[in-house]
């Protein structure tokens, strides 16, 4: 069987590596974040809560349920992904 690869393209900038897209977003931003949108709204439930019980429940169904587990979750997921790279940095002695 062949594939057909395309050549790269020398001249072409290529985009930022994960671990340096991680390292462009600072603690100051991510870290206010994570916890305004992990906790939003505060009364009388947090909305990342509602949806993850929800979704244990298997009651996440609405697209607007799912966008909202989403949006409220992403912060806390670049929160984890920075910090285990930061942690892989160390370790490796980057």
Do not use: C, Y
Request: no cysteine; proline share 11%.
């Amino acid at each position: 069987m062949h594939v057909n690869k395309r050549p790269v393209n020398p001249g072409r900038k290529q985009g930022p590596t994960l671990r340096e897209f991680f390292e462009r977003i600072p603690w100051i931003i991510l870290v206010p974040a994570a916890l305004l949108l992990g906790l939003a709204p505060f009364r009388p439930e947090p909305h990342l809560l509602e949806k993850l019980r929800m979704l244990v429940n298997g009651q996440l169904t609405r697209p607007l349920d799912i966008f909202d587990l989403v949006l409220h979750a992403t912060p806390l997921l670049l929160v984890a992904g920075k910090l285990l790279l930061d942690r892989s940095s160390a370790n490796s002695g980057r």
